[in-house]
């Protein structure tokens, strides 16, 4: 009788162990998402004069799972400049594109637009809005 006291315990703890060490991490296989839209301004070379504005059509967006330090993943954006990350989990984002140095002082020339987000819903849809980029 003391055995299968013992062994309940047993499988008690454990499966009280198991779904405590179970909490998802940022990254695929949620229901939530991110999306959001790309917009161009495209000026002379000493970014003086704005030549046009339009939307970012085919535009390279990253997404950061929490806190990995470079990109999980990477999409284009459609004609129209929308893009989404779909079926993520809840956690801590960073989502970004490059955009031109418009103050012409980094060697690379092109610098990261952010936006930081937080999924805290299960099936949340997150709108980081417009990433105003340079070209």
């Known amino acids: 009788m003391k055995k299968q006291r013992w062994q309940w315990m047993l499988l008690v703890v454990g499966l009280l162990l198991l779904t405590s060490s179970c909490k998802k991490e940022p990254g695929i296989g949620g229901d939530a998402s991110i999306k959001g839209n790309v917009f161009v301004k495209n000026y002379n070379s000493t970014f003086t004069t704005l030549i046009n504005e339009y939307p970012?059509?085919?535009?390279?967006?990253?997404?950061?799972?929490g806190s990995d330090v470079s990109y999980?993943?990477?999409?284009?954006?459609?004609?129209?400049?929308?893009?989404?990350?779909?079926?993520?989990?809840?956690?801590?984002?960073?989502?970004?594109?490059?955009?031109?140095?418009?103050?012409?002082?980094?060697?690379?020339?092109?610098?990261?637009?952010?936006?930081?987000?937080?999924?805290?819903?299960?099936?949340?849809?997150?709108?980081?809005?417009?990433?105003?980029?340079?070209?």
């Open 72 to 135: 999980s993943k990477r999409i284009k954006t459609t004609y129209d400049g929308q893009f989404e990350f779909k079926y993520l989990y809840q956690g801590d984002y960073t989502v970004y594109a490059y955009s031109l140095d418009s103050t012409l002082t980094v060697p690379s020339g092109t610098i990261p637009i952010i936006q930081k987000v937080t999924i805290t819903e299960r099936k949340q849809q997150v709108d980081v809005g417009t990433l105003n980029i340079f070209e």
């Open 56 to 65: 970012g059509a085919d535009v390279y967006v990253y997404l950061i799972f």
